[in-house]
């Protein structure tokens, strides 16, 4: 479950939150009066990790991944791959 902080709440031990988000892979929500300013903090990695799913959502590699994983006749062997047209 997300923690959630005021601005105040969190300021007052930023650091045990940072070392939290970035040990446990748990975002932290800064819950603010204008729901509009909330804020999320999360870790650089799965930030990271974040992006590159998103990336690959984009360029079709997830579809096309989800798609050799619903091929039953077999395994794809790595070396087959042509990773440049994926």
């Known amino acids: 479950m997300q923690e959630t902080f005021t601005p105040t709440s969190a300021r007052k031990d930023l650091y045990q939150i ?3 988000v970035a040990t446990d892979h ?3 929500t800064i ?3 204008d729901e509009s300013l909330d804020t999320v903090i999360l870790s650089k990695s799965d930030y ?3 992006q590159e799913t998103l ?3 984009s360029t079709g590699t997830l ?3 989800a798609e ?3 091929d039953h006749s077999g395994f794809t062997n790595v070396d087959d791959i042509d990773w440049a047209k994926l």
């Open 18 to 20: 940072l070392k939290h």
């Open 26 to 28: 748990q975002p932290v």
């Open 31 to 33: 819950q603010q009066k």
């Open 48 to 50: 990271d990790a974040l």
């Open 55 to 57: 990336y690959l959502a």
């Open 63 to 65: 579809a096309k991944i």
């Open 68 to 70: 050799r994983e619903q």
